[in-house]
Nanobody, 121 residues
Framework: VQLQASGGGLVQPGGSLRLSCAAS????????MSWFRQAPGKEREPVAAISWIGGFTYYVGSVKGRFTISRDNTKNTVSLQMNSLSAEDTAVYYC???????????????WGQGTQVTVSS
């Protein structure tokens, strides 16, 4: 199983970006998928998560109301729409998949390579 993240880039404060993560592999099956981020000098933190069945979602408090996670089960993709971005959102964003439940604290079996998001004027 491979996860390929894309969509990062440079955006001005207040702008928007949409990250996508595509899962490939003959036997891909997940209970949930998540986005994490790691800013320079900081620990990696969960940003958002979604259950593969039912589409239940989780967001860390700092992104609630600004970020939206969604998934397309038919295409094995998960996206993260990020609006009203600020400098504090600057980080490398990683997508991850879990086969043992969903949510920010479950063990994630597969990880993407990360995509850089930089918010700066």
């Amino acid at each position: 199983v491979q996860l390929q993240a894309s969509g990062g880039g440079l955006v001005q404060p207040g702008g928007s970006l949409r990250l996508s993560c595509a899962a490939s592999g003959r036997t891909f099956s997940a209970d949930g998928m998540s986005w994490f981020r790691q800013a320079p000098g900081k620990e990696r933190e969960p940003v958002a998560a979604i259950s593969w069945i039912g589409g239940f979602t989780y967001y860390v408090g700092s992104v609630k109301g600004r970020f939206t996670i969604s998934r397309d089960n038919t295409k094995n993709t998960v996206s993260l729409q990020m609006n009203s971005l600020s400098a504090e959102d600057t980080a490398v964003y990683y997508c991850a998949a879990s086969t043992k439940g969903w949510g920010p604290r479950v063990l994630h079996d597969y990880w993407g390579q990360g995509t850089q998001v930089t918010v700066s004027s």
